[in-house]
């Protein structure tokens, strides 16, 4: 719709019509700012929910196929043709 109105406005007169697309952006950054503050609301008044992954999720340290990329122990047993622990059982 907004895309409709910059293009019916710049029709109109290029006087008035190059502060269409300005008045949308702006529009656009009020809808962002807007859902922003009502996302930080929401964490304030309720909190994390629940089963939302936290930064200590994304941490890969310990897994053992990235121990084996960066050349941990693991990495050397499988050089040498020994099975590792992450593949007990397999």
Sequence with gaps: MFT???VGIAIVAFR?????????????IAVVVL???LFIAFLVQ???????????????AGDPEIRAV????LHRRLLRGGRGAA???A
């Design 35 to 37: 859902f922003t503050v």
């Design 46 to 60: 309720h909190g994390r929910p629940a089963g939302a992954s936290t930064a200590a999720d994304l941490n890969r």
């Design 4 to 6: 409709w109105v910059t």
């Design 16 to 28: 008035i019509g190059k502060w269409g697309p300005n008045i949308g952006t702006f529009v656009k």
């Design 87 to 89: 593949f007990a059982g």
């Design 70 to 73: 960066r050349g941990g122990r």
